[in-house]
């Protein structure tokens, strides 16, 4: 190599080792020190002895190290180990009683149960692979191995629950009919297990501290992070097949974009004080893709809300969104029943015991209902809304809430107070799969929008799917005009003087986001930008979003978010 080519290894380096520099000596001389220090520091450490703090984990220490089992060796390779699943393929014809003597295979996995039948027989069963198989060891089978009754005893006394092992012999049936693997030598510690796994773990402290230790014990919390992956990946193969590219957008920048939310903030060394946010959504910058040209996008990824945490929200959270140009709202709905569908469909076959319960899968392989926002929301209430384009809309609004005793919420917005009738009159109808259609404008300030020739009301060209009560997408046909969505992000700012000082905007937090920014102080300001960006022609256009983390509980049954997260929610990670 070239000492060029280490300037991307160590360039902070190559500024004073370049030739012909004149401090190059000292600091090849001052480099070399620093190594010396950081080698001998290593030694010190591997001379060091580690002491866990359980008590129990000492004494286990104690007894493998007596018995020279306390070891975690690189693993070697071993052209007769196989899967678990593989050696199930292979040798599952085998007959009663019969054992492959000409053929030698090894099997690595955990130990899920020890079991003893005298002096010289043991059974352990490992697992791996979402397999188990059984070893047999037999102090006779090992005769050839030279394996004393002493050693055989000592190595299969340690062995313990949990312990990650190599196991190698002939593979077998037993005359009991187990497909079994059995052990011409003794088994060789891969990684032992300190500390005993418990068959029982209900103490929900405990379970939020160590997930690791949660996942060991109740194998449903592996069940469902696996489900999650198969609703990952029937969603982006989904999209794929449609003709979507998929993306990633910027996670940091000036402006969390695209939702009126209290955004996480940091910096950068690279820009001294300036003030960065996390993204609350990336709509916006999947919007610019579109105006640049590209025809049909989507992203899954992480967002961020600096919100509060509740059993159906957390301050990270994942989504997809797409957005296709040249789509309508019916367009939409049509590819929301069809990403729908192939995930019920593919969960029912791939994974149907993960699914709980089936029944609310199945439903989502029907036809969806449909509800149009305002007119549904008269009829239940009995009475009409008022014109809510003029000014007194709110106040007429609040007198409806006063005259039906309904709780108003605590800011009292127009949209607020709107979005509670919705929780009110329309979620609670919304059991089978049903898309609630055309909301008032002001609940959807980034949506087209036109007047209803049934309501009269302006609505936006937006459509919600629910299920069970529950908000799983959120769709919409973009407005595109610069005039009208400067317009709409002034009303909403205006709408925001009735707002509660918490910076809370849109109540679901894990769907596509409805417009907007907050400043240092928590004020609504307009993106200038991406007002500007409309400017340049983006064509007509359909977005569509959906909650991972919602999708998620709702194919699992979980009635709480960190179920369905690797390690919970904010507060149990920060916990952890």
Not at 188 to 205: G, N, R
Request: proline share 6%.
């Amino acid at each position: 190599m070239k000492p060029e080519g280490l300037v991307f290894l160590r360039p902070y380096l190559w500024r004073t080792l370049r030739r012909g520099s004149s401090s190059a000596k000292p600091c090849a001389e001052m480099y070399a020190r620093l190594y010396a220090t950081g080698t001998a520091r290593h030694h010190q450490s591997k001379e060091s002895d580690y002491t866990p703090k359980s008590a129990e984990a000492r004494t286990r220490m104690e007894e493998l190290k007596r018995a020279g089992m306390l070891e975690w060796p690189r693993l070697e390779h071993d052209p007769k180990a196989m899967k678990l699943k593989a050696f199930i393929s292979r040798y599952k014809s085998l007959e009663k009683g019969q054992v492959v003597h000409d053929e030698t295979v090894t099997l690595r996995g955990s130990i899920v149960q020890t079991r003893e039948a005298g002096q010289k027989l043991v059974f352990l069963d490992v697992s791996a692979d979402k397999e188990v198989v059984q070893a047999v060891g037999s102090l006779g089978a090992m005769a050839a191995a030279h394996v004393d009754q002493s050693a055989f005893r000592r190595v299969f006394r340690q062995h313990r629950r949990g312990d990650s092992v190599a196991l190698t012999g002939n593979p077998c049936r037993t005359a009991a009919g187990e497909l079994s693997v059995r052990l011409t030598q003794l088994p060789k510690m891969l990684s032992p297990c300190l500390h005993p796994i418990p068959t029982v773990l209900l103490d929900e402290q405990t379970r939020t501290r160590h997930r690791h230790v949660d996942l060991l014990v109740n194998p449903r919390g592996i069940q469902i992070l696996e489900l999650r992956d198969e609703i990952l990946t029937t969603l982006r193969s989904t999209l794929k097949a449609d003709g979507f590219t998929e993306v990633q957008t910027p996670i940091i920048g000036t402006r969390s974009g695209g939702a009126v939310a209290r955004p996480f903030v940091t910096t950068a060394v690279e820009f001294g004080d300036q003030r960065l946010e996390h993204r609350i959504a990336p709509e916006l910058w999947l919007k610019r893709l579109v105006a640049s040209g590209m025809e049909r996008i989507f992203e899954i990824g992480p967002c961020f809300r600096n919100e509060g945490i509740d059993s159906t929200h957390n301050p990270e959270f994942y989504v997809c969104e797409f957005y296709e140009r040249y789509s309508d709202l019916k367009r939409l709905m049509q590819l929301t029943q069809t990403i729908m569908h192939r995930i019920s469909s593919n969960l029912l076959n791939v994974t149907p015991s993960l699914v709980q319960p089936s029944a609310r899968v199945q439903a989502l392989q029907s036809p969806f209902d449909r509800i149009d926002f305002v007119p549904a929301i008269e009829a239940s209430m009995g009475r009409p809304l008022p014109d809510l384009s003029l000014p007194d809309a709110r106040e007429k609004v609040l007198g409806i809430f006063s005259e039906m005793n309904i709780a108003p919420p605590s800011s009292t917005s127009l949209p607020r107070l709107l979005d509670r009738l919705s929780v009110v009159y329309l979620e609670p109808r919304c059991e089978r799969p049903t898309f609630v259609m055309y909301h008032p404008e002001c609940l959807a300030p980034l949506a087209k929008s036109f007047v209803d020739p049934t309501s009269k009301q302006r609505v936006s060209a937006r459509a919600e799917l629910f299920v069970d009560g529950v908000e799983l997408v959120n769709a919409y046909e973009e407005e595109i005009s610069a005039v009208e969505q400067r317009r709409k992000f002034i009303d909403q700012l205006n709408h925001r003087e009735d707002t509660s000082p918490d910076g809370q905007g849109h109540r679901d937090g894990q769907v596509h986001p409805d417009g907007g920014q907050l400043d240092r102080d928590g004020r609504g300001t307009i993106d200038e930008s991406y007002v500007e960006m409309l400017e340049w022609g983006m064509p007509p256009t359909g977005g569509w979003g959906c909650g991972i983390d919602r999708l998620a509980m709702y194919f699992s049954g979980s009635k709480r978010i960190k179920d369905v997260l690797s390690f919970g929610t904010l507060r149990n990670v920060i916990n952890q």
